[in-house]
């Protein structure tokens, strides 16, 4: 069975298609959507078969996943130990085209902190994934979509997006061309902010 392309606008993203795709990620479907960076594909953070299906399409492990909150107040569930400081920083930059790693608390599913103690966390500045989430409940898996082309990294283009995982995903979402660099991801598993990969966002802006 082939995906189903599904046009969405990021200034107001119709609340009956938002509502399909929930539908389709509680069943365990795999959907590919846009970010305020590159278009990510995932699912259901607490469906395991729906996880390891990820993990295949992308060649991948799941401690490797990361995966996107509503906000802040999310964010504090799934974590632990978070300090004040680290906390007023992340504050200040989500939404934004971030990544942070964060000391996973008990909340995360096993498959995705098995072997380490640590997890990935975005809130994307788009309202698609952020709507997406607000109405599943809890937070979808989040990696990116590649391309082989030897210029460009990251596919930015929905419709050849669709072309190329039609067959491998439920959903495509069409939210408009994506941006062809990824997330800054920050690590603040060590109580201090290290920058690990240089991407969209800039934290020196936040500090």
């Known amino acids: 069975m082939s995906a ?3 046009k969405l606008y990021e200034e107001n993203p119709e609340i009956d298609k938002i509502e399909k795709i929930v539908r389709v990620l509680k069943s365990g479907g795999v959907v590919i959507y846009p970010t305020d960076t590159v278009y990510g594909i995932g699912c259901d953070f607490s469906n395991n078969k729906a996880v390891q299906r990820v993990c295949q399409i992308k060649n991948t492990k ?4 990361s995966f996107i909150c509503y906000d802040l107040s999310e964010i504090a569930e799934y974590t ?5 400081p680290i906390f007023k920083v992340m504050k ?14 008990n909340s995360v599913p096993k498959v995705l902190n098995a072997k380490k103690k640590t997890v990935g966390i975005r809130v994307p500045d ?3 994934p952020r709507e997406i989430v607000k ?8 990696t990116s979509i590649h391309d082989e082309d030897e210029i460009l990294e990251y596919s930015t283009d929905p419709e050849l997006i ?7 995903v439920d959903i495509v979402i069409d939210g408009g061309y994506g941006a062809n660099v990824a997330s800054t991801v920050v690590d603040c598993s060590q109580d201090d902010l290290e920058v ?6 800039d934290i020196n802006d936040y500090l």
């Open 126 to 128: 788009n309202n698609i």
């Open 4 to 6: 189903e392309l599904i």
């Open 80 to 84: 632990r130990g978070l300090s004040t």
């Open 196 to 201: 690990v990969r240089e991407g969209l966002g």
């Open 162 to 168: 669709f072309e190329k995982y039609e067959n491998l």
């Open 62 to 65: 799941p401690q490797a996943l």
């Open 92 to 105: 200040k930059a989500l939404p934004g085209p971030f990544t942070f790693i964060l000391n996973a608390s």
């Open 135 to 142: 109405n599943l409940g809890n937070p979808i898996i989040t």
